[in-house]
């Protein structure tokens, strides 16, 4: 069992940054390839960008590819999502989300935390 836990959401001006965090429960924390996910009202929840188990491998959403960057501590149980030239299409509430299989962009993922709100102002 994997508990999930986000933060540093908030509310922040076009071309700003935030960076998200995702704190992790479990000795197991390092086998889990982690994902980041976003979902804005009235919309389907949106793959944003995951990580290997080890941090090898990385893969991104379109909208979000050369803005922003998922990476992984697992000493820390923790992984992170910076996110750099915000716009307000970025506006969503953020999802992290751990799974024993391989990197995919699909919902499958086995745990989630609860989400944290980013808004983007114009």
């Known amino acids: 069992q994997v508990q999930l836990v986000e933060s540093g959401g908030g509310l922040v001006q076009a071309g700003g940054s935030l960076r998200l965090s995702c704190a992790a429960s479990?000795?197991?924390?390092?086998?889990?390839?982690m994902g980041w996910f976003r979902q804005a009202p009235g919309k389907e929840r949106e793959f944003v960008a995951a990580i290997s188990w080890n941090g090898g491998s990385t893969r991104y959403g379109d909208s979000v590819k050369g803005r922003f960057t998922i990476s992984k501590h697992n000493a820390k149980n923790t992984v992170y999502l910076q996110m750099n030239s915000l716009e307000p299409e970025d506006t969503a509430v953020y999802y992290c989300?751990?799974?024993?299989?391989?990197?995919?962009?699909?919902?499958?993922?086995?745990?989630w935390g609860q989400g944290t709100q980013v808004t983007v102002s114009s």
């Open positions: 989300a751990a799974r024993r299989a391989g990197i995919t962009a699909t919902t499958e993922y086995d745990y």
């Open positions: 479990g000795r197991t924390f390092s086998i889990y390839t």
